[in-house]
């Protein structure tokens, strides 16, 4: 029962958030199984809800690539400089006109942003010696915090209404999303999602640290290359569309592998679960706990996931061992 | 058969390994010994293809391991690191069946009973097990172990020992780095003493 707790709970929060809304949807369960039988419903809360679903399980499955790459408990695509560099991507292709905010062309720009950023931590990281935890964390943060402020300096000079706020880079929202912008995070989500699981029994043997993953056959630079690709690929489809949700890619992956242990393949799927339960919950709490306001959903995320995973931690922690 | 020829090795500007050639043929067990510093384990590296020599050149079987993909690499030796750190809790019969079959080689060394003990609580003797059995389960012509009675109890070290010495019998070349004295070393069929 504890090991299908949270798809039953993602499947009750689904309909609980279709369901949850300013506005009174009149014979609910008849207008569900009536495509466009209502447009509040179909037009506006059943898209929001899909791409909830889907950032969710982007996002985790982005921080489960940043963990299984680093073998580190700590990286998390925020940490890395991945999201900090989606955003700096999109925000550049949309001030020069190039795409709109949720185009597949703000994707891939997002994903190009998020690579060029995780990469060049990995470069600055890796400049002096062998790659280590501690100086990738320290350089990730250093490269996220630098590309954060350039994102909001350029996103504060300009007005342009599909520029977004610095608000929306910073914590993110699903109050503009359409079903047109769901084709692009569909496809990042399972590009990305396909690779993740295609690498994952790697991503286990990368887990004993480079020398041993290199001594039973793994090529690690790959290996991590392609680990590199697909979080880049999952950060960028999900941040170009609703900016940076926090904390999904730190917490979901943790939580996964209390419940389910480290066998990444196993995690794929129960990681999306976890983390698509993470934002539509809190995507459902934003907007209906101060209603007709809207609370930004990276703040509901941090105070949902932080005490679930510090109870987590605090009662069972031979998951992972810190060096 | 593991040929060295002629490695000279720096590293940060010191030369550990200078002009050092060396044969080991198949079916053997050599002892690499030496104190700290010496570049036993230096020696070691090189030959599992992790580091490169300056000069000189190292093959097994005729192959260059720096040169190999890791993946073919794989199929020709196995190493056991010394220390190796196990950061997730994968349990000891899921860690070597990441480098092989797990149930025999889980008997022989006697971790059948910690099969599903996640490794992250072992001790450090008993990692050290988990370890020389997942190089073993890689079921190579070649085998490294760096210092691997270094943790072990009395009756464990028996245990390595006649486990490593039927591998032998096999035709597998054994290669351990060891801080013992000669003395403690009697079940080598030969020992390396001097890399400079």
Not at chain 1, 188 to 208: E, M, N, Q
Request: glycine share 8%; net charge neutral; with cysteine.
């Amino acid at each position: 029962m504890k090991k299908i707790a949270p798809a039953i709970a993602l499947v009750i929060a689904s309909f609980v958030a279709i369901y949850v809304g300013s506005a009174q949807i009149d014979n609910f369960w008849s207008a569900l199984f009536s495509p466009g039988s209502n447009e509040i419903l179909w037009q506006i809360r059943i898209p929001r809800v899909i791409a909830a679903l889907i950032v969710g399980a982007s996002l985790a499955l982005a921080g489960l690539m940043a963990q299984g790459a680093c073998s580190n408990a700590l990286a998390e695509p925020s940490i890395l400089g991945t999201t900090a560099g989606a955003s700096l991507g999109t925000v550049i292709a949309v001030l020069t006109g190039i795409v709109q905010v949720g185009s597949v062309g703000a994707i891939a720009c997002g994903a190009l942003g998020a690579l060029a950023a995780t990469s060049l931590t990995f470069k600055l990281a890796n400049l002096r010696s062998q790659l280590s935890s501690f100086a990738l964390i320290i350089v990730g943060i250093a490269v996220s915090a630098s590309i954060t402020a350039i994102v909001g300096l350029v996103s504060s000079m300009v007005t342009r209404a599909d520029a977004r706020s610095i608000s929306f880079w910073n914590f993110g929202s699903l109050a503009l999303i359409t079903r047109d912008n769901l084709v692009g995070i569909s496809i990042t989500a399972l590009v990305g999602g396909f690779i993740a699981w295609k690498i994952s029994p790697s991503l286990d043997r990368l887990s004993l640290g480079d020398a041993t993953a290199f001594h039973i056959g793994i090529d690690v630079p790959r290996v991590r290359l392609i680990a590199l690709v697909a979080l880049s690929l999952l950060v960028g489809g999900a941040v170009s569309t609703v900016g940076s949700i926090a904390f999904i890619g730190l917490a979901a992956p943790h939580i996964a592998r209390f419940i389910y242990g480290p066998i990444h393949r196993n995690l794929i799927v129960h990681t999306a679960i976890i983390g698509a339960l993470l934002v539509v919950v809190a995507d459902t709490l934003s907007r209906s706990v101060a209603q007709p306001n809207e609370l930004p959903i990276g703040l509901i995320t941090s105070l949902l996931g932080a005490p679930v995973l510090i109870a987590l931690v605090t009662v069972k922690n031979n998951v992972w061992k810190t060096q | 058969m593991i040929t060295i020829n002629e490695i000279t090795i720096v590293v940060d500007g010191r030369e550990i390994i200078y002009d050092y050639s060396e044969q080991i043929p198949a079916g053997s067990i050599t002892a690499i010994v030496g104190p700290n510093g010496s570049g036993k384990s230096t020696l070691l590296a090189a030959i599992a293809g992790d580091i490169a020599p300056t000069k000189g050149t190292i093959t097994i079987d005729g192959l260059h391991p720096i040169l190999t993909a890791p993946a073919q690499l794989a199929q020709i030796r196995a190493v056991a690191i010394q220390n190796q750190i196990y950061t997730l809790g994968y349990t000891v019969k899921q860690i070597i069946e990441m480098a092989g079959p797990a149930e025999e080689v889980m008997r022989s060394l006697e971790l059948t009973p910690l099969a599903d003990r996640p490794v992250t609580t072992l001790s450090g003797g008993e990692a050290q097990r988990v370890s020389i059995a997942a190089a073993i389960a890689q079921k190579t012509p070649v085998l490294f172990l760096d210092e691997p009675l270094a943790a072990q109890d009395v009756r464990s070290r028996k245990r390595i020992i006649e486990v490593l010495k039927k591998l032998a019998e096999e035709g597998v070349s054994v290669v351990v780095v060891a801080h013992s004295s000669e003395s403690e070393l009697t079940w080598a069929d030969k020992v390396i003493k001097q890399l400079l």
